[in-house]
Every structure is written in C-alpha cells, then in structure tokens.
Nanobody, 122 residues
Framework: QVQLVESGGGLVQAGDSVRLSCAAS????????MGWFRQAPGKEREFVAV????????HYADSVKGRFTISRNNARNMVYLQMNSLKPEDTAVYYC???????????????WGQGTQVTVSS
C-alpha cells in the first residue's frame, strides 16, 4: 500500500512557473514508477508525465513536452513536476500516481493522490 499527497498548486498567471510535489509513504518507494495526471473542467483525466523507478526514463504528453519536467528523489520519497510557461489550458486538478510497472503507470496506476488544483489565468 502506498499513500500519495500532492502539494504546490494554486492560482498563477499565464507564462508563470510552478513546481508540484508528491510525497509517498506506506510502502517502499523504490521500484515504483511515478506519474502525473490532470483533469480539466468538463474533460476526462489525461496523462501528463511518468518517470521510471530509477529516474532514468521519462515520458511526456505532447501537450506539455518541452514545458514540464518530471523528477524524483528516492532518498526523500518525493516526486516533482516542474511546470514552466503555463497556459490557461493547463488549468486542472493534478494527481500524483504510482505503480510497480512503468507500462501500467501510464494508463491505470495502482495508487493515486488526492489531487491539487492548478488554475492559470490569462
């Protein structure tokens, strides 16, 4: 069992930057792929980014590629999402997720956080 808690969301302006954090507990953090998803108002939840357990492999949705960076610090049981050049369409609830396998972390991760709201004004 893994518990995930996101933080760092808030109200920002277009073009601004913010870093989201996700703290993991309850189970060994190593060997878990970690991901970020988001759900905008009136839209389905969508994949944003994923990182392998070692941090050696990352993948991003086309909509955020070049602007967002996912990273992790296994010693601190933390995963981060650095978001730069924010756009109003980035407005969503952002969820941290964990799964033992990278392939399923992208689609149907086993564990989810409660989410943190990011609102980008124009």
């Amino acid at each position: 069992q893994v518990q995930l808690v996101e933080s760092g969301g808030g109200l920002v302006q277009a073009g601004d930057s913010v870093r989201l954090s996700c703290a993991a507990s309850g189970r060994t953090f190593g060997n878990y792929a970690m991901g970020w998803f988001r759900q905008a108002p009136g839209k389905e939840r969508e994949f944003v980014a994923v990182i392998s357990w070692s941090g050696g492999s990352t993948h991003y949705a086309d909509s955020v590629k070049g602007r967002f960076t996912i990273s992790r610090n296994n010693a601190r049981n933390m995963v981060y999402l650095q978001m730069n050049s924010l756009k109003p369409e980035d407005t969503a609830v952002y969820y941290c997720a964990a799964d033992p396998r990278l392939s399923t972390a992208v689609t149907t991760p086993r564990y989810w956080g409660q989410g943190t709201q990011v609102t980008v004004s124009s």
